[in-house]
């Protein structure tokens, strides 16, 4: 890693607090969304099951991040799913989404209360109108981590989501998990996908309010 240079401590002279300015692609998925025609198709000891959900989705930009020389810029996300008419959760999720401008690196991190959390990554350009990202199990970065139950019956081996953006304003997710679970010799693609439109603006960050 030696790219990286010498200098691991030194950091920026100049920083420009304003978040909602500088998250390159990230830029238009700031605020909070709603999507109503979520599908997800997911394991059962029958097979493949179709789900159709509703979400929320919120993106609030955080301070700018420094890691020595490193800038980041991102957003903090929180989203709630449930099935279509019912209150109970169908699925919630924490993290984040970064931009490092210097390297055009989009980072997506992603925590869920069942045990699994994984770290994301791609490349995109500034005004990307799509992009996509990868997680694999097994690596240092860009990885996966689960707690032993999931490793033993539902591995997640690669995680895979593609982020597209529309002309009318709205934003679409596409995301492929590949699970190897117990059992069965061919690993599974549980996918998601949906539909979001913008329902509030976003809440400026700390620093530039």
């Given at each position: 890693m030696?790219h990286?240079g010498?200098?691991?401590?030194?950091?920026?002279?100049?920083?420009?607090?304003?978040?909602?300015?500088?998250?390159?692609?990230?830029?238009?998925?700031?605020?909070?969304?709603?999507?109503?025609?979520?599908?997800?198709?997911?394991?059962?000891?029958?097979?493949?099951?179709?789900?159709?959900?509703?979400?929320?989705?919120?993106?609030?930009?955080?301070?700018?991040?420094?890691?020595?020389?490193?800038?980041?810029?991102?957003?903090?996300?929180?989203?709630?799913?449930?099935?279509?008419?019912?209150?109970?959760?169908?699925?919630?999720?924490?993290?984040?989404?970064?931009?490092?401008p210097?390297?055009?690196?989009v980072?997506?991190?992603?925590?869920?209360?069942?045990?699994?959390?994984?770290?994301?990554?791609?490349?995109?350009?500034?005004?990307?109108?799509?992009?996509?990202?990868?997680?694999?199990?097994?690596?240092?970065?860009?990885?996966?981590?689960?707690?032993?139950?999931?490793?033993?019956?539902?591995?997640?081996?690669?995680?895979?989501?593609?982020?597209?953006?529309?002309?009318?304003?709205?934003?679409?997710?596409?995301?492929?998990?590949?699970?190897?679970?117990?059992?069965?010799?061919?690993?599974?693609?549980?996918?998601?996908?949906?539909?979001?439109?913008?329902?509030?603006?976003?809440?400026?960050?700390?620093?530039?309010?």
């Amino acid at each position: 890693m030696d790219h990286f240079g010498e200098d691991i401590y030194t950091e920026p002279s100049e920083i420009d607090v304003h978040t909602l300015d500088n998250l390159g692609p990230l830029r238009r998925m700031a605020g909070i969304w709603e999507g109503q025609r979520g599908l997800d198709v997911k394991p059962k000891a029958d097979g493949p099951r179709k789900q159709a959900y509703v979400e929320r989705i919120e993106l609030q930009p955080i301070d700018p991040v420094i890691n020595g020389p490193q800038l980041l810029y991102g957003l903090r996300y929180a989203t709630h799913i449930t099935k279509p008419g019912l209150v109970k959760t169908y699925h919630e999720q924490v993290g984040y989404w970064l931009w490092e401008p210097a390297t055009g690196t989009v980072v997506h991190t992603l925590t869920i209360p069942r045990g699994m959390t994984a770290m994301a990554s791609g490349q995109a350009t500034a005004d990307a109108l799509s992009f996509e990202l990868a997680a694999t199990q097994g690596l240092d970065t860009w990885g996966i981590c689960s707690t032993p139950f999931l490793l033993h019956a539902f591995k997640t081996v690669e995680f895979r989501i593609k982020v597209s953006f529309n002309d009318d304003g709205t934003w679409s997710y596409e995301e492929d998990t590949v699970l190897a679970i117990h059992g069965q010799a061919e690993p599974f693609h549980h996918t998601d996908k949906n539909l979001l439109r913008k329902v509030a603006e976003p809440t400026p960050n700390p620093l530039a309010r």
